[in-house]
C-alpha cells in the first residue's frame, strides 16, 4: 500500500511536541509491514540541510495562496530506515526562527497563509513526484485542508481517484480557526461553504474541515476519542458525533530500541529489570548535574514537558512549595509559556537545593532525567495520549498522573497489596489532590521491597508500536475497500 503521512512536525527534522515522535516513528513500523511509506513536511529554517544530506528536486512549482502565486522547491532525503521525507521549501513562509510562533510565544498572524499553502503544496508536490497515495494519512490541523480539498476541488481529478485521506487528532485544542474569508484565499466555492463541508459558525475552522470531511478520523488513545466526543471535544463534539463509530481511537507507542535504559549511551549507567544497579549511578550523575545533595534515600522527581497549562504546571510549582520540607528533589526540563517559566525559575531560585529547572531543551539532557529520577510528574489538566509515562516506565521512572486521556490507559494504580500496576493516579474533576497522592507514593518509595516491585512492573510494561501499528494497517485496509467499493458504484 502507498502511504503519504503529512505533518507539521517529524522526529528528528522538526519537533514541538508529541507529533513529531508519532510522525517520526509510525512509518518504520509501517515499512515493516511491506507498505511503501513517503513523509512530507515544511522546510523549516532550523531543518540543517547539510546534516541531514537534503537534496534539490529538479523543478520549481507554484501553488495559488490569495492573490499571490507562491513558488517553492521540494527537497528530499532518505533516513536510515529507508522512509524518503520530501520538504516544501519556501522562504516566505518557512524561513523564520520559530515553527508556529516568534521568539515572543505569539502565534505567526500568516499561520493560515502559511499552512493553506502547504495544503496546496503537498497536493502539487506528490503529483510531480507521480507517487499516488493510497492513503494520505494527514496530522493535526496543519494538514486539514487536504480532506477538503481532495472532497471538493480535487474531487474529479483522476489523479487522486484511489486516494483516500485519514486525519489524526493528536490534540484538539488546536484547530486553526479563521474567518469566513478563508474561503477565498485557499481557493475554495462558497458553493462548499456549508456546515457539511467547510463551514464551522461563519468562519473556517481547519481541524472541523477535517474531521467532517477526511475518509477517517482517529485520535491517540482510546479514552481522549471517548472524552472529546462527549465532554472535551473543545466544540468539535457535534462534528465528531455525526460519524461517531467512524473515530477511531488508536493509543501511540514508543520506539524500544530508542528508550532503552540498556543500551542508552546518553546515561550515565546501563541498567535493566534483571540488575537495576545502574539506575542508582543514573540517579547519583543526574543530582550532581542538578547542584543537589547526592543521597540514594532523597526521593527525586523529574518532568520533561512542553511549559503549558495544559500539562498542569500550576499544581507543580504549588506542588513545589507544598513539598519543601520533606526529602524530595525536582528537576524539571521544558520550553514554552513565559509565565510558566518565570513561575519555575522563582521556585527554584527560593529552593536551590530542591528545585532545578532547565530552559533549552536537550535531549541528552532528557535521557538523564527519564534515567535518574524515582517518579516523574504529569499532572495534566487533559492529555491526548501522552508519551512521557511511556518512556518513563520504560526506564523504571513511576509516572504520578491525572486520570485522563491517554494516561487512563497506560497508568493503573500500585496497589500495595496485591502488587499490581504501574504507577499513581489522582483525579483533579473529582478533587483529588496532587500533593497527596506524591506523599502516598512517598510511603511507598521508602518501603523498598514495594518500590521494587513497582519499578518491575513499570519495566515490564509494554507500549510498543508494534500493537498500535496493526490498528493503523486496519484503518488503511478499511479506507481502501471503502474506496474500492464506492468505485465500482460510481462506474456501475
Known sequence: MNI??????????????????VVGTLPKYLKKLGHNIKIILPKYRHIDGKKYNLQTLPFRLNVQVGKS???????YCTTEDRIEVYFIENMHFFNRDGIYSSSTGLDYVDNKERYIFFCRAVLESIKALMFRPDVIHCHDWQTGLIPAYLKTNLKNDGFFWNTSCAFTIHNIAYQGQFSAETVVEAGFSWSDFTPEKLEYYNNINF?????????AVSTVSPTYAKEIKEFNGRGMEVVLN???DEVYGILNGIDYSYWDPFTDKTIAANYDK??????????????KLCGFKVNDSTYMFGCVSR???QKGFDIIVDALYSLKNYDMQFVILGSGDDTIKNRLKEAALSMPKKVAVFFDYNEKLAHKIYAGCDSYMMPSKFEPCGLSQMIALAYGTIPIVNRTGGLSDTIVYYNHF????????????????????VLKSQKIFNDKQNWHTLMLNALNSNFSWDRSV?????????LTINKLKETIFVRS
Open 307 to 309: 511549559l503549558d497549562n
Open 470 to 478: 496493526l490498528k493503523y494497517e486496519k484503518m488503511y485496509n478499511d
Open 207 to 215: 481541524m472541523k474541515c477535517a474531521i467532517a470531511m477526511a475518509d
Open 418 to 437: 496485591t502488587k499490581e500496576g504501574n504507577g499513581f493516579v489522582f483525579n483533579i474533576t473529582y478533587g483529588e489532590n496532587f500533593v497527596q497522592t
Open 69 to 75: 502565486a507562491e513558488s517553492f522547491r521540494v527537497k
Open 242 to 244: 455525526s460519524r461517531y
Open 274 to 287: 534483571n540488575n537495576l544497579n545502574g539506575k542508582k549511578l543514573c540517579k547519583r550523575d543526574l543530582q
Open 4 to 21: 503519504l503521512m503529512v505533518a507539521s512536525e517529524c522526529f528528528p527534522f522538526v519537533k514541538v511536541g508529541g507529533l513529531a515522535d
